[in-house]
C-alpha cells in the first residue's frame, strides 16, 4: 500500500500477527475506557460508565450482577447503572452472544 496507494481487496497474515494485532486492541480499549471514564464526571457516584462505548458499559454491568442473577437482578442493576431495562437485556444478550454468560432457562442467567 505504501509503494502503490492502493488497497488490496484482500490482506493476508499470520495467525501469530493476527492474534498480537486483536491483544494490541484490546488492551487500547481497555485503556480507552478507563480515561473516558475518569473524565466522565457527570456519572452517578461509584459507578464508572462510559455511555458511548458499549463495551464499557456491558462490564460495569456485568460487574454489578451477581454470579446468578435473574430478571428481577437486572431491574435492580439498571437503575442503579443508570440505564434502561432495554440496555441492559440488550448487553446481556451480547454478553451471551460473547460467551460471558449463559442463560440457564427464560430468567435466569450465569456468568461465566
Do not use: W
Not at 475518569?38 to 455511555?51: F, Y
Not at 431491574?75 to 431495562?85: P, Y
Not at 440488550?90 to 442463560?103: D, N, P, W
Amino acid at each position: 500500500m505504501m509503494d502503490t496507494g492502493r488497497f488490496a481487496d484482500t490482506v493476508e497474515c499470520a495467525d501469530e500477527d493476527f492474534e498480537t494485532t486483536i491483544g494490541i486492541i484490546s488492551t487500547l480499549s481497555h485503556h480507552n475506557d478507563y480515561i473516558f471514564n475518569v473524565l466522565n464526571k457527570e456519572r452517578p457516584e461509584g459507578i464508572a460508565t462510559a455511555d458511548s462505548y458499549s463495551a464499557a458499559t456491558r462490564t460495569v454491568i456485568l460487574d454489578s450482577l451477581p454470579g446468578q442473577f435473574t430478571t428481577d437482578d437486572m431491574k435492580a442493576i439498571a437503575v442503579k447503572v443508570g440505564k434502561t431495562l432495554r440496555t441492559v437485556r440488550r448487553q446481556i444478550k451480547r454478553a451471551i452472544e460473547s460467551g460471558e454468560v449463559q442463560m440457564i432457562r427464560a430468567g435466569e442467567y450465569r456468568k461465566l
